[in-house]
Structures are given as C-alpha cells and as structure tokens.
C-alpha cells in the first residue's frame, strides 16, 4: 500500500522537544500547503476521501486519532499518538479518520495547494480511479 511511517527526529534536550520538518528532507516531497485539524467533536470521523495525484504527511503533535487507510484490496487501521509518529500517504488511498481525542491536533504537510478536483469523494469514484490508473 502506497502508505509508509515516518519516524519524525526529535530534538530534545532538557529544556524539552522540537520538531523540524524540511522539503524533501523529512517529508519526501515539496511542501505547498499545511493545515491542521483541532477541536475535533467527539465520535466525529472525517475523511473519507482519495487524492488523484496529492501527496501528504500527517503527524498528531497532541492527543490521538486513528486512520484508516484502503488501497482498494487491503485496509489497515494506524493509531497516530505521539509527535515523532509520521504517516506518508501517497495518491490513490481511500482514507477514513475517527477515535479522535478532545485535544487532538493533527498536522498535515501536503505537496500541492488545496484543489477539490483532485478529490475522490466517493468510494466508487475511488474504485473506478483505481481501474483507470491500472490500464
Ligand atoms: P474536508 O475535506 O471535508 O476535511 P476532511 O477530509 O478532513 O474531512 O475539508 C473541510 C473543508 O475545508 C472543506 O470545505 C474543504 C476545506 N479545505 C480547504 O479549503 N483547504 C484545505 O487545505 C483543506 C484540507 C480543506
């Protein structure tokens, strides 16, 4: 499945931790967009989308989520709950996100600036997108 952790290097020391997140470097891809989503409402779950061509990298700095992520064949369930916990998401990856904690912030770098025409906002639109791209 086009998905894959990435740990984010933790600078710490004893005045507490720090993050940097680099183009290319710690994301592997150019940065064009950030956004987070906070104050999450409890049983909430968003999501339920694909991406034609859009890459992406989400970390909770605070609280937990969980994401569900479908390739289409095989679906796999990944608790995002610590800062250093970063999750690649490629193209092409029906993704669901629920279990949100009241404090939850998940950050998310993205490689292109927000475009609705390259949702998939259907499960059957993601299907038949899968077909499309295999011939
Ligand atoms: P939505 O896609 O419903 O969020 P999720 O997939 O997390 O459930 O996005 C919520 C709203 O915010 C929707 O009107 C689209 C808008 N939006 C932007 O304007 N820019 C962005 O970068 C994102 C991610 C969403």
Same mark, same amino acid.
């Given at each position: 499945?086009?998905?894959?952790?990435?740990?984010?290097?933790?600078?710490?020391?004893?005045?507490?931790? @720090?993050? %940097?997140?680099?183009?290319?470097?710690?994301?592997?891809?150019? #940065?064009? /967009?950030?956004?987070?989503? +906070?104050?999450?409402?409890?049983?909430?779950?968003?999501?339920?989308?694909?991406?034609?061509?859009?890459?992406?990298?989400?970390?909770?700095?605070?609280?937990?989520?969980?994401?569900?992520?479908?390739?289409?064949?095989?679906?796999?369930?990944?608790? @995002?709950? %610590?800062?250093?916990?970063?999750?690649?998401?490629?193209?092409? #990856?029906? /993704?669901?996100?629920?279990? +949100?904690?009241?404090?939850?912030?998940?950050?998310?770098?993205?490689?292109?600036?927000?475009?609705?025409?390259?949702?998939?906002?259907?499960?059957?639109?993601?299907?038949?997108?899968?077909?499309t791209a295999k011939q």
């Amino acid at each position: 499945m086009n998905f894959q952790m990435i740990p984010m290097r933790v600078l710490g020391d004893d005045r507490g931790s @720090l993050v %940097a997140v680099e183009a290319e470097k710690d994301v592997p891809f150019a #940065i064009a /967009r950030v956004y987070y989503i +906070f104050g999450t409402r409890e049983g909430v779950e968003r999501g339920f989308h694909a991406h034609k061509i859009l890459q992406q990298l989400a970390v909770a700095v605070r609280g937990s989520c969980t994401m569900l992520l479908d390739d289409g064949k095989e679906k796999v369930e990944i608790k @995002l709950d %610590a800062p250093d916990k970063g999750m690649y998401i490629g193209p092409g #990856i029906w /993704r669901e996100m629920k279990d +949100f904690t009241e404090d939850c912030v998940l950050l998310v770098f993205a490689d292109q600036h927000y475009d609705e025409a390259d949702y998939l906002r259907k499960y059957e639109d993601f299907l038949a997108f899968l077909q499309t791209a295999k011939q």
